[in-house]
């Protein structure tokens, strides 16, 4: 079982680029979101989605955004990389909507 | 609003030797808690979930955690550690019944030494 599945796994991006994350999970799981975890700061909810074509913000929005055309794909698009987006992202599903979550393995993305 | 206090960064501690990881939670609603555990360079996972009725839960690897209501905490225990327990381990609650948004605490890092 392939679970969630992140890419890529390392990035580094210059100031002002633009690129795309990508998560797929095959559990047939309606609830998707996508994380970052910075040192001594926990994971913050950056989006979430409840199903294909609805999604909705988290914590820290600001500078992202996302789509949810089919059940199985949830991309983080960064429009306008700056150095604050330095972190490591997560996407996780879960099967409720308050239920355990199911993480990828994380994408670790410098921006410089 | 909910949110999630790890009252220690760092757990050194020697193998064979017993650990707890405390963590405190605020809510004005019920909730359900969980602890993760991020092993190097991977994501998380879940180790234990308290969801209702007994109020010491087991997980996986031998640990346990135990809901106090009163005091609001969901501390993490093991009694005896091994080198693999070395890892990240976060504290998270999500309000019952009206979810998607799970909150983590900071986490504490566990560091077993030989």
């Known amino acids: 079982n392939a679970g969630v599945t992140q890419t890529p796994k390392f990035r580094i991006l210059k100031i002002g680029q633009s690129m795309t994350l990508q998560c797929t999970q095959d559990?047939?799981?309606?609830?998707m979101y996508w994380y970052r975890q910075d040192p001594g700061m926990g994971l913050k909810l950056i989006y979430y989605?409840?199903?294909?074509?609805?999604?909705d913000k988290g914590e820290v929005p600001n500078g992202y955004n996302v789509s949810r055309s089919t059940t199985e794909d949830f991309p983080l698009r960064l429009e306008l990389a700056a150095p604050s987006q330095t972190s490591v992202y997560f996407c996780?599903?879960?099967?409720?909507?308050?239920?355990?979550?199911?993480f990828g393995s994380g994408t670790q993305l410098s921006v410089l | 609003a909910q949110s999630v206090t790890q009252l220690d960064s760092q757990v050194p501690v020697f193998e064979e030797a017993p650990v707890e990881l405390r963590c405190n939670y605020s809510?004005?609603?019920?909730?359900?808690l969980f602890w993760y555990v991020q092993y190097p360079n991977q994501g998380l996972q879940l180790l234990l979930k308290?969801?209702?009725?007994?109020?010491l839960v087991k997980g996986i690897n031998g640990f346990e955690a135990e809901f106090n209501k009163s005091q609001t905490s969901f501390h993490l225990r093991k009694p005896s550690v091994h080198i693999s327990d070395t890892a990240e381990y976060f504290c998270a609650v999500i309000r019952r019944g009206g979810g998607f948004k799970t909150i983590f605490g900071a986490g504490t890092r566990l560091f077993v030494k030989a």
């Open positions: 308290y969801l209702s009725g007994s109020t």
């Open positions: 996780a599903s879960s099967y409720t909507w308050d239920g355990e979550l199911f």
């Open positions: 989605s409840v199903g294909a074509g609805i999604t």
């Open positions: 559990m047939n799981h309606n609830y």
């Open positions: 809510s004005s609603v019920s909730v359900y």
